[in-house]
């Protein structure tokens, strides 16, 4: 190694995590469909979208699913995505985001994004990685006063986050620690589908998607 790559700073290197473990019974409680399976109106389905917008950023995306759901696996496989199937998914949301992290733990820092939001801005997630590689160790996007998914962390809190429990996520961590507000114009981060009109829906409202 030369005197100049040995002096030539760390690259900071972001990675996403796609949390695609959730069995989506509000959609159809009969379980019969997987809404991240279902087309949106552009064609791709609801968690392809959701992982292409990611991976227009940034270099690795971890996806997150149930180890039942091969055909979900299969095609965020052909989109790009990095696959792991957690076994414990149905413990909770912090289950696949602490089994995603154990996937990337070698990244600077990661942004974790919900499959069921696939109308999440590439600027927004752009807006995010800056923010990151700018110093923030928690970072969220904010449209209109209000914040949204998804969510940056700094590997400062990588312990905090392998710690999590149950289903809400970081959540524990956004009203526990200072966080960097990102303004963006982008409806998309408080827009999931949660129920089959949430496909057809304009973009134009207030999804229950905040944090």
Avoid at 27 to 42: C, I, S, T, Y
Avoid at 84 to 110: K, R
Wanted: charged residues 20%; hydrophobic residues 45%; neutral net charge.
């Amino acid at each position: 190694m030369s005197i100049a790559e040995r002096e030539r700073p760390h690259a900071m290197t972001t990675a996403g995590i796609l949390l695609a473990g959730g069995r989506g019974k509000r959609f159809d409680p009969a379980g019969m469909k997987d809404k991240l399976q279902q087309a949106l109106p552009g064609g791709d389905t609801v968690a392809v979208a959701a992982a292409r917008n990611m991976l227009s950023v940034l270099p690795m995306v971890v996806a997150v699913v149930r180890r039942d759901n091969e055909g979900l696996a299969s095609s965020l496989r052909q989109a790009g995505c990095m696959v792991s199937c957690c076994d414990t998914s149905d413990q909770g949301m912090a289950a696949s985001l602490i089994h995603g992290l154990s996937q990337a733990a070698d990244a600077d820092a990661w942004i974790i994004a919900l499959a069921d939001m696939p109308y999440v801005g590439v600027a927004t997630i752009r807006a995010l990685h800056d923010a990151l590689a700018n110093g923030a160790d928690i970072a969220v996007p904010v449209w209109k006063g209000r914040r949204g998914n998804p969510a940056g962390f700094g590997r400062r809190h990588l312990d905090a986050l392998l710690h999590l429990r149950g289903d809400e996520g970081a959540r524990s961590l956004l009203k526990a620690w200072p966080v960097v507000e990102v303004p963006v114009n982008d409806p998309g981060i408080r827009r999931d589908i949660d129920t089959p009109h949430d496909l057809l829906a304009n973009g134009d409202y207030d999804a229950s998607a905040s944090q």
